[in-house]
């Protein structure tokens, strides 16, 4: 007879010399200020290179404010709340930086370790 168990998710942890930033419902790490690109036109959501403890879902097309996009909505993999998108594919030429990065909305993060 073979025993099945639940896996267990880990978190990420990310240094505390660094500043980061957490999901503010449950604070589990989600990117390091390094990561950060650029914090949107809007001033609502964060651009990001690489982010932790976040899950992706599938892909589809959307009109945002900077035209088509191929995104994909990421959660945070620890309370499974919906934190922003990654970006899968940029339709318009200047837009192709994106490919590949993550949004993360300002209502779900909270800055962490030696923001003073």
Known sequence: MVKMTKSKTFQAYLPNCHRTYSCIH????????DELISKGSQGRAYLFNSVVNVGCGPAEERVLLTGLHAVADIYCENCK????????????SSQKYKEGKFIIELAHMIKDNGWE
């Not at 449950?26 to 200020?33: E, F, G, V």
């Not at 709340?81 to 318009?92: I, N, S, V």
């Open 81 to 92: 709340t919906t934190l922003g998108w990654k970006y899968e594919h940029a339709f318009e």
């Open 26 to 33: 449950c604070r589990a790490h989600l990117a390091n200020h």
